[in-house]
């Protein structure tokens, strides 16, 4: 089993700047990959930044040049930094990570961008 806690959400103007973050412990070893998705009311879940093992990374279009995926190197805490927020970035942030053909999930934390 893995846990993951997320922390750092929050409310922000619009052009501002948060980072999340979410450690994982348990049984952490073969984690292939740890990501950010997020959720809007009303809306789907979607995949904001992955990283993988080998420190490749991807991003949802809408967040490219914006967002930036890090992890430490034990590899089992894994960064957001979110610039030049919009309020369109308004949503619950889950942090996932994937281990053996099994995703797991943190509690999410809510990130509010005012206009």
């Known amino acids: 089993q893995v846990q993951l806690v997320e922390s750092g959400g929050g409310l922000v103007q619009a052009g501002g700047s948060l980072s999340l973050s979410c450690a994982a412990s348990?049984?952490?070893?073969?984690?292939?990959?740890m990501a950010w998705y997020r959720q809007a009311p009303g809306k789907q879940r979607e995949l904001v930044a992955r990283i993988t093992t080998g420190d490749n990374t991807n991003y949802l279009d809408s967040v490219k040049g914006r967002f930036s995926i890090s992890r430490t190197n034990t590899k089992n805490t894994v960064y957001l930094q979110m610039n030049n927020l919009k309020p369109e970035d308004t949503a619950v942030y889950y942090c996932a990570a994937d281990r053996l053909l099994r995703r797991y999930w943190g509690q999410g934390t809510q990130v509010t961008v005012s206009s």
């Open positions: 348990g049984t952490i070893s073969l984690i292939e990959a």
